[in-house]
């Protein structure tokens, strides 16, 4: 999405749905920003922010995309970058998690790869063969970590309780960060009894909209939430849960779905507006084979964004 303001400004938003981590389908996407575009004519970027807010508009995706272009043309009036909108104070780097995918014979090459880079916290995704088999590849996977690194586990609720509570106990001793949507039916008092056997925080992401968000923080459920902007209808609703949940005593990361740079980009402000020192879900783009723009360095295993950006910072390709 791009926008121009009478200024001339230029604000950019991505709408990237992708219904699997929870949005809307591309098709009430599409329908629905035909239908809030008319809107944002003959209003300035705040008055039409106040009436996207007001409008109670549930399509997270399109939502996001209007919401990211808005701040990004509000954020450049005022010469600060989108982050500091929401976080005067925040730094303008973070760190991030390398993505190595499953347990593949060739893990170990990813892994080094990875290590080599700078990164100290590598995603697996688990959850695909038997909990035992898993957790064995795991132990042997634990010896080629250097001093410092860490698993992230993701089994996108692949398991039932007793085969998760089988997981967690046999990785008791292993260097484990973090353990995302154990569960394919996750219930509250499951989780809670999960969550008390494990040394690591487990994380809720895809199942946030399926789970009561005032009870899942009133009885910290789990020790970790994923904020991903594109599924929570923009950076604000994010950052504003994550308010919600440090208040509870439990941290966030942010992610991206499957986002083009511009996406990418408005997660990485909000992981920074965050400003903790946990790694976040942001490397993603090599993903895709060709994208519309450029997304901020990585050095080490951080993601750097520039001081003296206004806004989101996107240059689109084509202009």
Known sequence: MRLV???????????????AAGTETPELAFEQLQVQL????????QGALSSLDESGFQAPAARCALEI??????????????ARRLNPNSALSVRANAMIGGLADDVGARVEAAQAAGFTVLKLKVGLAEPKIEVAQLRRLAGMLEAGVSLRLDANGAWTSAQALAFVEGLFDLPIESLEEPLAQPEIGQLQQLQALAAFPLALDESLARIDIDTLLRK???????LKPMVLGGVRPAYALARRAALAGMECV???????????LAAVHLAVALDNELA????TSSWLLSDVGSVPRLESGRMLLNAHMNG????AKLE
């Open 254 to 264: 942010a992610t991206t779905a499957v986002d083009s740079a511009v996406g990418v």
């Open 69 to 82: 272009a808005l701040l990004d043309l509000l954020a450049q009036q005022t010469g600060l970058p989108l």
């Open 38 to 45: 008319p809107s944002l004519l003959d209003n300035d970027p």
């Open 280 to 283: 976040h879900g942001l490397a």
């Open 312 to 315: 989101l910072g996107f240059h």
């Open 5 to 19: 303001s009478d200024e001339g400004l230029i604000g950019y938003g991505d709408c990237a749905p992708l219904p």
């Open 220 to 226: 910290m459920v789990v020790r970790r939430l994923v």
